[in-house]
């Protein structure tokens, strides 16, 4: 999975009140691999952090394991914060 996080900024042109992504912050990323990752209940986490001033990347931390003290608090749903809405 890959979470693109933006800052925000108000929509000038909409006729009411709106926010909407303005630049890059980060990019975070989780990989699920049993064999690879035992350690981690099989998860793997990066994060990089955005710096527009050179248009590079940032690591945010070391290591595969850099999340998984995070998503322990939500093992019980598989490592993952987000829950998909009922359609």
């Known amino acids: 999975m890959v979470k693109v996080e933006w800052t925000q900024t108000q ?4 006729p ?6 303005d630049k890059l912050a ?3 990323f989780i990989l699920k691999d049993s064999k690879r990752f035992p ?3 099989g998860w793997a986490y990066a994060a990089f952090d955005y710096d527009p001033a050179s ?3 940032k690591p945010r931390g070391t ?3 850099c999340g ?6 939500v093992a019980a749903q598989d490592y993952i914060f987000t829950h998909y809405p009922k359609r």
């Open 63 to 65: 290591g595969a394991t």
């Open 39 to 41: 350690k981690t209940h």
């Open 11 to 14: 929509n000038k042109t909409a």
């Open 55 to 57: 248009a590079t990347f």
């Open 26 to 28: 980060r990019l975070a």
């Open 16 to 21: 009411y009140f709106v926010m909407i992504p």
């Open 68 to 73: 998984y003290a995070c998503h322990s608090g």
